[in-house]
T-cell receptor, first 115, second 116 residues
């Protein structure tokens, strides 16, 4: 079974609008962490935001926020006020347990921001 | 200063050759990783080292051999290259386990390996 599922292969959004990228996960661990990374066309992997399974508040980092619904096992990324530079691949990843970080990645969502 | 640097950025070679990719991090992290990103952009962990010790080895063919001379370096050597090895290989590092697990992995810029 897929540990991380990103069901949206591609998403389109207009500049200045908000967009939600979906991520669901599957784990039996009580302790886990969820990460979102951005990969622009230049290829580097850029860390965006982290949510721990015990965190009571949804994570926020500037224009990025995480809609964490533990019971539904979802950790959707919300990008507010989209910019042209947000066009990229976005990956959701999970670390299970507190041990050394073995990240399991989803298949990614390609976001295209249009003017 | 580049935090995680990989060399070379591009590697084009013929089937059957042996090649190495080098990785260095200057973040003082204890743990380093190699990931493979295939043509469909799927990222999968291959290896992880913590303080020079192998801690993760994900059913990777024996032709792939990581080496960590010290905790700041993790190199990847690939023997007898095959067409299916064509991919982008990413090195990454992180502080380690426990509360440091909240810290993200920092990735290098990737090495694009093309097998002719």
């Amino acid at each position: 079974a897929q540990k991380i599922t990103q069901t949206q292969p591609g998403m389109f959004v207009q500049e200045k609008e908000a967009v939600t990228l979906d991520c669901t996960y599957d784990t039996s661990d009580q302790s886990y962490g969820l990460f979102w990374y951005k990969q622009p066309s230049s290829g580097e992997m850029i860390f965006l935001i982290y949510q721990g399974s015990y965190d009571e508040q949804n994570a926020t980092e500037g224009r990025y926020s995480l809609n964490f619904q533990k019971a539904r096992k979802s950790a959707n990324l919300v990008i507010s006020a989209s910019q042209l530079g947000d066009s990229a691949m976005y990956f959701c990843a999970m670390r299970e347990g507190w041990s050394f970080q073995k990240l399991v990645f989803g298949t990614g969502t390609r976001l295209l921001v249009s003017p | 200063d580049t935090a995680v640097s990989q060399t070379p950025k591009y590697l084009v070679t013929q089937m059957g050759n042996d090649k190495s990719i080098k990785c260095e991090q200057n973040l003082g992290h204890d743990t380093m990783y190699w990931y493979k990103q295939d043509s469909k952009k799927f990222l999968k962990i291959m290896f992880s080292y913590n303080n020079k010790e192998l801690i993760i080895n994900e059913t990777v063919p024996n032709r792939f051999s990581p080496k960590s001379p010290d905790k700041a370096h993790l190199n990847l050597h690939i023997n007898s290259l095959e067409l299916g090895d064509s991919a982008v290989y990413f090195c990454a590092s992180s502080p380690g386990q426990g509360l440091n697990s909240r810290q993200p992995q920092h990735f290098g810029d990737g090495t694009r390996l093309s097998i002719l």
